[in-house]
């Protein structure tokens, strides 16, 4: 058994001892039976090259290749170690949990294939290069250090689609996976990957998925997603979900969507879009961050910096539950006066002022000014978070008498 960690980095010869590099990645057929196709060398004289496994000599020790390799590309249906999987999430189908990949154990005889991950500490150990120091320090004390390996066929990769890579329906293990279980693990990753994963679903369990996501996932995918495609979830997905995610939308891309659905299913969502924007609905943003009770400061402001660079402004965070229910409140203030480690369940404000999407807007506008805030949450019957409201975009939509 090969380690990936133990093949990065090192210098590759040809087979008369001529040195070509050094290996940066491995490239394997994203498949049931994952193969090892192909290595990325760093040139010494050149830019990176892949080159096809059947050049290779010897792999385990020093990585030796034919005297007279040629180079390859990227095929489709083929992934990186380094890029698609080392250090990415993935889904434990067995555990039903997510989990960081630290390294990836390759198996080398017969022939050269992906055997599995490595999740544990020992993975981390073996990449700094004190596996054998460590083990040996704690064998002293009578602890045995075990890998935590995870075989292939036990786990999916969320880095589905990069490049020219992409995954084959009847190759993904998602089916295995309920779809609110899922969507709480999509929502870990970001956009990207949820598209990914949404690609290889049946289309019926994608609408599934969706309809457990969070407002601002659903929305951030809607505007993706092709018009024709999006109809034909919205056909399967509960009509109030669909409503609230069409609502968020701009008119030319709803009007598109709503020409691709049926009679019966478009009068139902225009009403409900037309019921729940005659208050509060057209002036809903989801310019908005949520965040778990648990989590710290420093995770919060790094996440504030990598989410809302295009926010027109941000003066709250929300804290939801993980019934995706609103539980509290704090503003950027309260934030920065915090230790780093501080968990948010700790400042928060629990007794929340928050309005409805039937809530008439000068009463909204009365709870603004009553309170002296700058923003309201919008929630559900069920204290789901929607989106917010702005003092500016509410005062100015309310014409003066006279």
Do not use: C
Not at 10 to 21: A, F, P, S
Not at 176 to 205: C, F, W
């Amino acid at each position: 058994m090969l380690y990936f960690s133990e093949l990065k980095g090192k210098k590759v010869y040809t087979e008369d001892n001529i040195q070509v590099g050094v290996l940066t990645d491995v490239i394997f057929q994203a498949s049931e039976n994952p193969t090892v196709e192909k290595i990325v060398v760093k040139m010494q004289s050149e830019p990176s090259a892949i080159i096809s496994v059947k050049y290779v000599k010897r792999l385990n020790g020093e990585i030796y290749l034919e005297k007279n390799f040629h180079t390859s590309k990227l095929e489709e249906n083929e992934l990186f170690i380094s890029k698609n999987l080392l250090d990415n999430q993935i889904i434990d189908i067995s555990g039903d949990k997510i989990v960081r990949v630290n390294d990836v154990a390759i198996q080398d005889k017969p022939g050269l294939y992906i055997a599995g991950v490595d999740i544990g500490f020992l993975g981390i150990l073996r990449w700094i290069g004190i596996e054998d120091i460590i083990t040996r320090i704690y064998n002293k004390f009578g602890v045995k250090l075990t890998s935590r390996f995870l075989s292939w066929a036990d786990i999916q990769a969320l880095e589905l689609t990069r490049g020219h890579v992409k995954i084959k329906k009847e190759q993904t293990k998602l089916d295995k996976i309920r779809p609110e279980d899922l969507a709480d693990y999509l929502e870990q990753t970001n956009v990207e990957n949820i598209k990914g994963v949404l690609k290889v679903l049946s289309r019926k369990k994608a609408a599934e998925v969706i309809n457990n996501l969070n407002l601002n996932y659903q929305t951030a995918l809607f505007k993706q997603l092709e018009s024709e495609e999006a109809a034909k979830i919205v056909h399967l997905m509960d009509p109030e979900e669909a409503a609230d995610i069409l609502a968020t939308l701009s008119k030319k891309k709803r009007e598109k969507i709503y020409g691709m659905l049926s009679d019966a299913t478009f009068n139902e969502i225009n009403y409900l879009i037309t019921m729940s924007k005659t208050p509060i609905g057209n002036l809903l943003t989801t310019e908005f961050v949520s965040v778990a009770p648990d989590q710290r400061v420093k995770e919060i402001i790094s996440k504030i910096k990598s989410e809302t660079g295009d926010f027109n402004a941000l003066s709250y965070v929300y804290v939801v539950n993980k019934e995706k229910q609103l539980v509290g409140v704090f503003d950027l203030h309260q934030l920065l006066l915090q230790n780093a480690e501080t968990p948010i369940y700790k400042f928060m404000t629990q007794n929340l002022t928050v309005i409805y999407l039937t809530t008439p807007v000068q009463v909204a506008l009365q709870k603004l000014i009553k309170y002296k805030l700058f923003a309201l949450p919008v929630v559900d019957k069920d204290k789901h978070l929607l989106g917010v409201v702005m003092f500016d975009d509410i005062s100015s939509s309310i014409k003066p008498n006279g």
